[in-house]
């Protein structure tokens, strides 16, 4: 799935990892069932974008982040990549649990 990428609280598009792999935190909203956006953002939180819940392939990523996520199934990690703009998030499967 992909969403746009933005800097956090400017609005100025930024690329921080360049053209490499890198882990993205996707959290749930609260609501049961999900609904809406997933946040998701990178380490030093250069970014964050919203991923629709709605769009082909994130009802895979919401069981899988219930089903092994860390706070209760509300959050996990996946690998993502920034194609211009955009961020594409690799859904297939999860990457390590992260201390941040």
């Known amino acids: 799935t992909t969403?746009?990428?933005y800097k956090r609280k400017t609005g100025v598009r930024t690329n921080y990892h360049g053209d490499k792999e890198f882990i993205v935190k996707v959290q749930l909203p609260?609501?049961?069932p999900?609904?809406?956006q997933a946040l998701c953002y990178d380490e030093p939180r250069s970014?964050?974008?919203g991923l629709k819940l709605s769009v082909p392939g994130m009802a895979k990523a919401v069981r899988m982040i219930q089903q092994?996520?860390?706070s209760g199934g509300l959050k996990a990690y996946f690998y993502a990549k920034r194609e211009g703009t955009?961020?594409?998030v690799f859904i297939?499967?999860?990457a390590p649990a992260q201390l941040w």
């Open 3 to 5: 969403g746009n990428v």
């Open 30 to 32: 609260m609501s049961d």
């Open 34 to 36: 999900p609904v809406g």
């Open 47 to 49: 970014f964050q974008c």
């Open 68 to 70: 092994a996520g860390i």
């Open 86 to 88: 955009n961020l594409r």
């Open 92 to 94: 297939d499967k999860l």
